[in-house]
């Protein structure tokens, strides 16, 4: 099943989906949890040893609500994918490197095939349907 059609379709169908994690988390840490406060974001960063919490909480919200939209209308998507891997790959290190694999028991598990999804749109493109194909049109 090596038809051009179906890749695309897989290439959409996983940028929204990884998409709408991204926004989802990076609303959730500014709107639910909120920043401030005793179970604020800024607070939960700074209980993990992440450097400049308060900077890191406005930073990675950011990139994971703008990220998260970018990937949705394929505008940017390799170096988005990019960029959110590393990021991944630093969830990885401060909040479940020490629990293991399993998600149970706070493991990377679940961040490790994110960053495995992200790899894929980073290899194959954002497809045909994306902003990118479009514009890459007038260049």
Same mark, same amino acid.
């Given at each position: 099943m090596n038809h051009p059609a179906v890749r695309d379709a897989a290439l959409l169908l996983l940028r929204l989906a990884l998409g709408i994690i991204f926004i989802a988390h990076g609303w959730q840490k500014v709107f639910i949890d909120g920043m401030n406060g005793t179970g604020g974001t800024i607070a939960q960063l700074e209980k993990l040893g992440v450097p400049q919490p308060g900077a890191s909480a406005w930073l990675v919200s950011a990139l994971e609500m703008l990220g998260g939209a970018l990937l949705i209308i394929g505008l940017?998507? $390799?170096a988005v994918a990019t960029m959110l891997i590393i990021y991944m790959a630093a969830v990885v290190w401060f909040?479940?490197?020490g629990h293991g694999f399993f998600t /149970?028991? *706070? *493991?990377?598990?679940? /961040?490790?095939? $994110?960053?495995?999804a992200l790899f894929v749109i980073v290899v194959f493109g954002a497809g045909r349907a994306s902003l990118d194909r479009a514009l890459s049109r007038f260049s």
């Open positions: 940017l998507t $390799t909040v479940h490197w /149970a028991d *706070g *493991g990377f598990e679940l /961040a490790m095939l $994110t960053m495995v």
